[in-house]
C-alpha cells in the first residue's frame, strides 16, 4: 500500500506559477513511476505529466509542454510539479499518482494508488 499527500495548490493570476507537492509512504518509492493528472469540474480527468522511477525520462501532456516541470526526490520520496505561465484553462484539481511497474504511462489506469488531490485555480 502506498500513501500519496498532495500539497501547493491555490489561487493565482493568470501568468503565474505554483509549485506542487506529492509526498509518499509505504512501498518502494524510488522504483515506481509517478504521474500528475488534472480534473476539472464536468471533465474526464486527463493526464499532466509522468516520470519514471530515475527521474530519467519524463513525458508532458502537450497543453503543458513546456510550462509544466515535473522531478522527484528519491531521498524524500517527493515528487513535484513547477507550474509556470499558468492559464484558466489549467483551473483543476490536481492529483499526483503511483504506477507500481514498468516506466511511466499516459492513461490513468496504469496508475495503482492516488492522492486526494490539491485544488488549483487560475483567475483571468
Known amino acids: 500500500q502506498v500513501q500519496l499527500v498532495e500539497s501547493g495548490g491555490g489561487l493565482v493570476q493568470a501568468g503565474g506559477s505554483l509549485r506542487l507537492s506529492c509526498a509518499a509512504s509505504g512501498g518502494t518509492f524510488s522504483s515506481y513511476a509517478m504521474g500528475w493528472f488534472r480534473q476539472a469540474p464536468g471533465k474526464e480527468r486527463e493526464f499532466v505529466a509522468a516520470?519514471?522511477?530515475?527521474?530519467?525520462?519524463?513525458d508532458y501532456a502537450d497543453a503543458v509542454k513546456g510550462r509544466f516541470t515535473i522531478s522527484r526526490d528519491n531521498a524524500k520520496k517527493m515528487v513535484y510539479l513547477q507550474m509556470n505561465s499558468l492559464k484558466p484553462e489549467d483551473t483543476a484539481v490536481y492529483y499526483c499518482a503511483v504506477k507500481l511497474f514498468g516506466t511511466s504511462a499516459t492513461r490513468a489506469s496504469a496508475y495503482k494508488y492516488w492522492g486526494q488531490g490539491t485544488q488549483v485555480t487560475v483567475s483571468s
Open positions: 516520470i519514471d522511477w530515475s527521474g530519467g525520462s519524463t
